[in-house]
């Protein structure tokens, strides 16, 4: 969608298809990506703990397949760019949970299927970025998850979520690391 002062970037008509071809056209709309606190775990964690009520999800071609798709749609959708970066750690084994998880995503996409990027045309090249991270958030590898988006005045150019490789000592240094992070791509964007 274009208008004077902005163009609108999306996949409204690749969501619509996602959510027919999963079967979700007349399911009901979540207005979150993920459930909140929401720790989602590996079978080896799970066999660990003692847990026993996740069974393994037989078609693993299918979560595949809806993750992939899923992906794709993280090019005009930052808003789910977290969630996707957590279902895609569980594509060799995933259990029922990682498919309910999945199904939840393609039904909050249908709340707002419509929604994408808008780029500005002002003319202002004033650089913002924005980080955060998640100490020891996955309880799998006690890793922290970092995040940043960058703008270019009003316009989203780039955005980012990734587990690290790193286990971070504190919060503190699990903090100055998303910093770096974010820096780093917003250098790297704008003199590209």
Known sequence: MRSKP?????????????????GLSGA????????????????????LTGTTNDPVYKDVTAYQRMVGRLL??????????????????FMQRPKLSHWETALRLVRYIKNCHGQGILLSSTKSLELEAFCDSDWAACPNTRRFVTGYMVKLEDSLISWKS???????????????RSMAGAVADSVFTFTV
């Open 162 to 176: 990734k587990k690290q490789h790193t286990v971070s000592r504190s919060s503190a240094e699990a903090e100055y």
């Open 72 to 89: 794709y749609l993280t090019i005009t959708r930052p808003d789910i760019s977290f969630a996707v970066q957590v279902l895609s750690q």
């Open 6 to 22: 902005s163009i609108l970037l999306n996949q409204r008509k690749y969501a619509l298809e996602l959510i027919s071809d999963t």
């Open 28 to 47: 009901k709309l979540v207005s979150t990506p993920l459930e909140a606190n929401v720790k989602l775990t590996t079978i080896e964690y799970d066999k």
